[in-house]
């Protein structure tokens, strides 16, 4: 047993374990890349976690490192740039088909309407954030500073 | 033969340390990342997985692919062991399951995101292959990580009929479900002691407690998610989840109300089939409009007949079908893509025309609409739709004619029956 976690690096149980999730996948992988855009799933799965590991994250570590030193020690104006940004731009992920217009033919046949405007929405959503943010940190900083009067004049 | 790959791997020699960059730990700064805070963002994360997955293969069963030519993934090879007759109760199952499932789908993405953020680290780790244990663990993560953005990323473009792709939605989704399943269970299994010592250590809630000034980092481990020179923290742990609790909550906002209706519907702003609905009574969302089905009103004008076929076969213009008795339900349609609306329909009801066919305990029913192609353009439906007292054939809603768009001159309207087996434009209907 000792020699077995030596040679292959943990339990046996371990191996089981993926060897019964890798027939499992490969089963399943095998019935999606027998019907018609098998090359598309490929490039779909691989495609998928390569943007998201190195240009998803390397771009908004990018951004959020340029933000920390355009704000540097001022932590609380950081995060009220920051909480905006990030809800912002998940909406722009999921919704980026609609905000940016991807398929406006196939929304007008599907519903028999043209497309709102999505993208104006989106600018709108934005601009909320960043306003409803900027307004509470000038809450905030009107209250620490009427907080210090009050406590050098008791 | 493993031992001499793994004595081969040992023999490789890799420096110790990896080339300057994310490979090694200390490129990694942020103060939060640690077994605590990844275990905690897996934990939020799982239930609402598991909901997705299970409102999935319900959605699945939903469509009754045992009956006729239902199945759009191949029967015999779904995986699927549980099938069950599909019920027509309660009216809104469809609607909540769907609506569930795209909703919940969306607003877990944010989660999804900060936890791959918080071991990113780990998929740079040096030397990149230690063991052969090592070696398949990785191999899974590819599976989860791929299998995550493939049924994410395919589920939130489909919702918003956007399709850059040639493969089959419905089949791709199907099965990339099954990878990434299988990919999860095994991480859960893997990661299940890593996760409880995290908690031992911290304790569940314990870091949540702490504010910014109090905020530390967790001990550096080598080979685990803390970084060995941790930056200054500009948020707490506390901070970061309620940020991405916000970014969710925004994703809900903008979303649910195509599935939950009423005065939620105007906030959908984004949402494909959100919005405010027009006043007139056929003003409600449509799945496919009659130039996307290629029905023509030459198809539908004073010409059309329903043929229905049972012990007998009956041919009925639309005045026939209205001089017959007519039932209105107040029913909801329901999409795969989870948005649904409720409306007040009237019609035939599909028990008065099996009898009518001669086949009055009908367990069958084949369902064809007069659309010359494309797919959905027909279904079968089971015992339960067929004998359900709101089970219509619908020729009217909400006190005005069916518009052409919504199935004009008769459409199938049937309690908890997925949208796209709610046919329009029917022209035949076949009892067995």
């Given at each position: 047993m000792r020699r077995w976690r030596r040679v292959y690096g943990s339990s046996p149980l371990h191996l089981a374990a993926h060897l019964v999730a890798f027939a499992v996948a490969a089963y399943a992988l095998r019935q999606a890349l027998g019907g018609r855009g098998a090359r598309d799933v490929v490039v779909w799965i691989v495609a998928g976690a390569l943007l998201h590991d190195l240009v998803l994250v390397p771009a908004y570590s990018a951004a959020d490192r340029l933000a920390s030193l355009a704000t540097r020690g001022r932590v609380r104006v950081l995060n009220h740039v920051r909480v905006p940004a990030v809800i912002a731009g998940v909406l722009l992920l999921v919704y980026f088909p609609l905000i940016l217009a991807r398929a406006p033919g196939n929304v007008q046949r599907a519903t028999g309407h043209r497309p709102a405007d999505y993208g104006l929405r989106w600018l709108i959503i934005t601009a909320a954030l960043f306003a409803a943010s900027a307004l509470l940190y000038a809450a905030r900083v009107t209250a620490t500073a009427a907080g210090a009067r009050r406590r050098r004049r008791p | 033969?493993?031992?001499?790959?793994?004595?081969?791997?040992?023999?490789?020699?890799l420096p110790p340390e990896g080339p300057p960059g994310p490979s090694r730990a200390a490129f990694w700064r942020s103060p939060l990342r640690g077994p605590w805070l990844t275990t905690t963002l897996g934990l939020l994360l799982l239930p609402l997985v598991i909901v997705v997955a299970v409102t999935g293969f319900v959605s699945h069963a939903a469509y009754q692919p045992d009956l006729g030519a239902n199945a759009i993934v191949d029967r015999a090879h779904d995986l699927q062991l549980l099938i069950f007759g599909w019920p027509s109760r309660p009216t809104w199952l469809y609607a909540a399951n769907q609506g569930v499932h795209v909703t919940v789908g969306f607003v877990a993405i944010p989660l999804l995101l900060a936890k791959l953020w918080?071991?990113?680290?780990?998929?740079?780790?040096?030397?990149?292959?230690?063991?052969?244990?090592?070696?398949?663990?990785?191999?899974?993560?590819?599976?989860?990580?791929?299998?995550?953005?493939?049924?994410?990323?395919?589920?939130?473009?489909?919702?918003?009929?956007?399709?850059?792709?040639?493969?089959?939605?419905?089949?791709?989704?199907?099965?990339?479900?099954?990878?990434?399943?299988?990919?999860?269970?095994?991480?859960?299994?893997?990661?299940?002691?890593?996760?409880?010592?995290?908690?031992?250590?911290?304790?569940?809630?314990?870091?949540?407690?702490?504010d910014l000034a109090r905020t530390r980092a967790e001990a550096y481990e080598?080979?685990?998610?803390?970084?060995?020179?941790?930056?200054?923290?500009?948020?707490?742990?506390?901070?970061?989840?309620?940020?991405?609790?916000?970014?969710?909550?925004?994703?809900?906002?903008?979303?649910?109300?195509?599935?939950?209706?009423?005065?939620?519907?105007?906030l959908a702003v984004l949402a494909p089939r959100g919005g405010a609905l027009g006043p007139g009574p056929n003003d409600f969302p449509i799945n496919k409009t009659a130039a996307a089905a290629r029905v023509t009103p030459a198809l539908v004008d004073a010409s059309w007949r329903l043929q229905v076929q049972g012990a007998r076969t009956l041919a009925l213009s639309r005045a026939d079908l209205l001089a017959l008795r007519?039932?209105?339900?107040?029913?909801?349609?329901?999409?795969?893509?989870?948005?649904?609306?409720t409306q007040r329909w009237s019609g035939v009801r599909l028990a008065d025309l099996a009898a009518l066919a001669g086949v009055p305990a009908a367990r069958m029913l084949h369902v064809a609409s007069v659309q010359p192609r494309g797919v959905l353009r027909r279904a079968t439906l089971g015992h339960a739709q067929i004998h359900d007292d709101e089970a219509l054939l619908a020729l009217r809603v909400n006190g005005a004619d069916l518009s052409l768009d919504h199935g004009y001159p008769a459409r199938i309207i049937v309690p908890a029956l997925p949208g796209v087996h709610c046919t329009k434009w029917v022209g035949t209907l076949e009892f067995l």
């Open positions: - | 033969m493993v031992q001499r790959a793994a004595h081969a791997l040992r023999r490789l020699r918080s071991v990113i680290p780990r998929l740079f780790a040096w030397p990149p292959l230690r063991s052969p244990a090592q070696a398949l663990e990785r191999l899974s993560l590819l599976g989860l990580v791929g299998g995550a953005a493939f049924q994410f990323a395919t589920g939130v473009v489909n919702a918003q009929l956007y399709y850059p792709f040639h493969f089959n939605f419905v089949v791709a989704h199907y099965y990339g479900a099954w990878v990434f399943l299988a990919a999860l269970a095994v991480h859960l299994v893997v990661k299940l002691p890593v996760m409880r010592r995290a908690y031992r250590e911290h304790g569940a809630w314990r870091p949540l407690r702490d080598p080979g685990g998610l803390a970084s060995p020179r941790p930056a200054a923290p500009t948020m707490s742990r506390r901070g970061l989840l309620a940020m991405v609790g916000g970014a969710a909550g925004a994703l809900a906002v903008v979303t649910a109300g195509q599935s939950i209706g009423g005065p939620l519907r105007r007519q039932t209105s339900a107040e029913l909801p349609i329901a999409c795969v893509e989870g948005w649904s609306t």
